[in-house]
């Protein structure tokens, strides 16, 4: 299991690393990837069916319990199946729709990347690696709209998708700790024991809302599902399986994965109902409006993920059900139209609805495919869509006193959609051809034969829903609802209100499609209300947050390095000051003081008077002399207290400081005065305060006993080891003597700089070069 | 007289503090030598006071016999003197040189990478 996860990465590396050493006819050869895989996930159907769910175990992180471990169950069997087998169909449908690019390799490690994320989403069982592989669909996501990396729409498409589900991803990971912290796991199977545990938790609104806003992001639901048009920009086959069949259902998995465990309360359902019924209606409305094809289905496939999110929200066994059947059929109608999309695209350089007829005459199978994949969309009988949306009314009639709310707007959305798949399925392949399409022509069976393929599943399935009602909608309800109930897939429902639904539903479609064209005035009336689309709205977000944040770095990150030093000191300061008011005691053990001798003071005094006349003087010969005198005092100081090396040192350091001083900078002019009165009274109470401060803490370190075996190891072994009778010396050069080396080193560094500074010349004459 | 030190200490990085934010370059240096004696001294300083005991082993002597001072804070001390002359002439050469070049003692005058030279 972990191999067939782990292999779409390995493949995206070998592709992007080898693919120049292959040959032309190689695309082939990638599609045996999703095929085999396919193949592989069929094999488990009979052990679902029987035993449920099973467990594969790898260690990966045991000390943050972060494991490899996949649960495959029907729920994300049915997952796993249309990963691959769409997959594999775009595939195919790849080699000839993007021959010849230049970077198809690149596609192909990208889209077989993103397959392997997908898997990895739908089968991890801990939190964590399903988060990690859930970021990196949305990486891969961005590669692939991206994929026409010159066009400035397709980047910008490709940042606001990651972006919006980046940061979903990043809420949904709040979401996954605070469960963990509640529920006391990251594997999903064990949390499955303490759902009560965690439904009564008072964490138990923050995780649920967490989760939704990650999995309303990445599904594209009310208001976050702009990106999704937007995404469009990318090539067809990608927009098919990314955006139509597989990643944006990610989040429909999410919810649907966390039914049993999170689901059944009031919070849930409500919150569910309310954002699945405004997201499915609006973007039904939204997508009768568009003349693009790709758009149209664009917004029909947000309107199903948000009829996927409503269904879930009402939370009965019937919509459980409903919302089973509807990701499979939606996949295989939705996925067979964006490849039919491509196709016009492809032959005849337009996706305008309102342009496009009659184009049966010369594509007569991508036609019969287009006309299966509408009906399935619109629920005609004998289709796979006819039963999803059964299932769905009989949901939303039994849901108590809003059942007539709910199914109206199922109604509603369900006319809606039937109109944008009969525009996107049947529109363009009826009529009179236009006289500027007339030179398309039936493409290579490898694009029509994938969306034929998906048609005839729709119509197989819904034909014969006993093919699939034990096999795989069976463990698809059980791994949803949690129960094991039995469910059983009918075709005739018998004479009823459902049925009644279905038959209006279908013509009061029919007649508006009859009568609404599809119209470039009414989109173009319709962008009237852009500025207070959530698009809109929440882009002009993102740009304060960006202008804030640029204020903010500008006021911190100013290019003035006194500024940083003002800012740290003055925040260290205040932070500390806080601590030492706050509690600590500050005190003077005079026992330890020593006494003060009159020779002491007068240098004591000598000191204080030089360093303020090295401050305050404005002439540089003074301010330099005050400091030689600085230098001096504390060379006193050295001596008084037993320090003769030190002094020494000190001493003929001062001297050199002080004569260099002199001889390089007392030529130039005098000191200007740059600051205003309030930026030096500002800085002298900061540097007060600093002062203060440090004067507090050597105080404070200095009432703290202190341990002298250090001192005492190298004072008691300096003559016996080192031969050596000063101790200070003996340090420095036999026990420290690598530092000293290597200090010496410096000062040579220094000194070299020093001389080439002075050597430097940077306006050589002619004549030296 | 411990308690002087202290005050004098927490003057010298007061003062080093506040020469270092003036825009002039001379008084940036002024004040990184300030608060290098003021760490010397800070350093030296909780070594504890000894009078009249250098860390020197007498003559015919193995070990001390007496009290001596702590000649640990006095090797750093000493390290610390020696790199920070280092640090403060290739300083001060430099501001030569930019001043002689660009004809100014104002950092904020500097802030442009593009200058001509």
Redesign the interface.
């Given at each position: 299991m972990l191999i067939a996860v782990i292999l779409g990465f390995i493949f995206a590396i070998l592709v992007s690393f080898f693919s120049r050493f292959f040959k032309k006819a190689i695309p082939f050869v990638y599609s045996l990837l999703p095929l085999s895989l396919f193949i592989f996930f069929l094999q488990f159907l009979g052990e679902i069916k029987s035993k449920g769910h099973i467990l594969f175990h790898y260690q990966w992180i045991p000390s943050l319990g972060i494991d490899l471990s996949f649960r495959l169950d029907g729920l994300s069997l049915l997952f796993a199946l249309m990963i691959t087998g769409i997959g594999a169909l775009v595939f195919i449908y790849t080699t000839y729709y993007l021959k010849g690019h230049k970077y198809l390799d690149r596609f192909y490690g990208y889209l077989s990347m993103f397959m392997a994320s997908m898997l990895g989403v739908v089968l991890s069982d801990n939190l964590m690696s399903m988060f990690i592989f859930w970021e990196l669909t949305s990486i891969s996501s961005y590669f692939l709209i991206g994929f026409n990396n010159e066009d400035p729409a397709s980047r910008k498409s490709a940042l606001t998708a990651l972006s919006i589900t980046g940061f979903g991803g990043l809420v949904m990971l709040s979401g996954i700790i605070l469960l963990q912290a509640v529920g006391g796991s990251y594997s999903f199977t064990e949390l499955l024991n303490s759902s009560e545990i965690i439904k009564n938790s008072t964490s138990y609104g923050w995780i649920i809302a967490l989760f939704f806003v990650g999995a309303f992001t990445k599904s594209a639901q009310f208001p976050f599902h702009f990106w999704l048009p937007g995404a469009m920009k990318a090539p067809t086959p990608v927009s098919t399986y990314l955006h139509s069949a597989t990643m944006v259902k990610a989040g429909i998995y999410l919810l649907a994965r966390f039914t049993p465990l999170l689901g059944d309360t009031f919070w849930w359902n409500s919150t569910l109902i309310t954002v699945g019924a405004v997201t499915m209606v609006y973007a039904a409305i939204h997508s009768v409006l568009r003349v693009d094809l790709k758009s149209i289905l664009a917004y029909s496939t947000i309107s199903a993920l948000g009829i996927l999110v409503f269904l879930i929200g009402i939370g009965t066994e019937k919509a459980l059900l409903a919302a089973g059947i509807f990701i499979l059929a939606h996949a295989l109608y939705k996925a067979a139209l964006f490849l039919i999309t491509g196709i016009i695209d492809h032959e005849t350089g337009s996706r305008d609805v309102t342009k496009l007829a009659g184009l049966q005459q010369v594509m007569m199978p991508v036609a019969v495919a287009g006309f299966i994949a509408a009906l399935s969309s619109a629920g005609v009988p004998l289709l796979l869509g006819f039963i999803s949306k059964e299932v769905m009314y009989e949901a939303t009639l039994q849901f108590g006193n809003w059942a007539i709310i709910l199914t109206a707007l199922a109604v509603l959305t369900k006319i809606l959609l039937l109109v944008a798949g009969f525009w996107a399925g049947i529109k363009p392949f009826t009529g009179a051809l236009p006289e500027e399409f007339k030179k398309a022509k039936l493409p290579s069976p490898l694009l029509w034969v994938p969306p034929l393929l998906l048609g005839i599943m729709s119509l197989g399935f819904g034909a014969f829903p006993s093919l699939i009602g034990q096999t795989l909608i069976q463990p698809v309800f059980s791994s949803i609802s949690g129960t094991d109930t039995v469910i059983q897939l009918k075709l005739w429902h018998g004479f009823n209100l459902v049925l009644i639904l279905s038959i209006f539903t279908l013509v009061s479609g029919g007649a508006l499609y009859w009568f609404l064209k599809p119209s470039k005035e009414i989109f173009q009336k319709t962008l009237r209300f852009e500025s207070i689309s959530p698009q809109n709205i929440i882009e002009s977000g993102s740009k304060i947050f960006a202008s804030f944040a640029g204020i903010w770095t500008r006021f911190f990150q100013n290019g003035y390095l006194r500024n940083y030093v003002i800012t740290i000191l003055a925040f260290l300061t205040l932070l500390m000051a806080y601590r030492l008011f706050g509690g600590v005691n500050i005190y003077v053990d005079w026992e330890q003081i020593s006494p003060v001798s009159h020779y002491e003071i007068i240098v004591v005094v000598l000191m204080i008077i030089s360093i303020l006349f090295a401050i305050s003087t404005n002439s540089r010969s003074v301010s330099i002399v005050a400091l030689g005198v600085v230098g001096f005092a504390n060379c006193l100081f050295f001596l008084f207290y037993s320090a003769p090396d030190l002094a020494m040192t000190q001493f003929s350091i001062d001297t050199l400081t002080v004569l260099l001083f002199m001889l390089v900078l007392v030529k130039l002019p005098k000191n200007k005065q740059y600051s205003s009165k309030g930026i030096k009274v500002r800085d002298a109470v900061l540097s007060l305060m600093f002062g203060t401060l440090i004067a507090i803490l050597t105080l404070e370190v200095f009432e703290e006993p202190s341990s002298y075996e250090v001192s005492k190891y190298f004072a008691d072994n300096a003559y016996l080891l080192a031969k050596g009778r000063n101790v200070v010396n003996v340090i420095l050069v036999d026990y420290r003597g690598f530092d000293t080396m290597i200090e010496t080193v410096v000062l040579v560094i220094a000194a070299v700089g020093v001389y080439s500074l002075i050597k430097l010349d940077l306006n050589p004459s002619k004549k030296d070069l | 007289?411990?308690?002087?030190?202290?005050?004098?200490?927490?003057?010298?990085?007061?003062?080093g503090?506040?020469?270092?934010?003036?825009?002039?370059m001379?008084?940036m240096i002024?004040g990184l030598?300030?608060l290098g004696?003021?760490a010397?001294?800070?350093i030296?300083?909780?070594?504890?006071?000894?009078?009249?005991?250098?860390?020197?082993?007498?003559?015919g002597?193995?070990?001390?016999a007496d009290i001596?001072?702590?000649?640990?804070p006095?090797?750093l001390?000493?390290?610390a003197?020696?790199?920070?002359?280092?640090?403060?002439?290739?300083a001060?050469?430099?501001?030569?040189?930019v001043?002689n070049?660009l004809h100014t003692?104002?950092?904020?005058e500097l802030?442009s990478t593009d200058e001509e030279?």
């Open positions: - | 007289m411990e308690i002087l030190l202290i005050i004098i200490i927490g003057l010298l990085h007061a003062g503090l506040y020469m270092l934010l003036r825009r002039s001379f008084k002024i030598i300030l004696n003021g010397n001294l800070l030296f300083l909780l070594g504890r006071l000894v009078k009249g005991h250098p860390p020197v082993i007498e003559d002597m193995k070990v001390f001596y001072a702590d000649p640990v006095q090797a001390v000493l390290t003197i020696v790199i920070g002359f280092g640090l403060q002439s290739f001060i050469i430099l501001i030569k040189r001043y070049v003692d104002d950092l904020d802030n030279i």
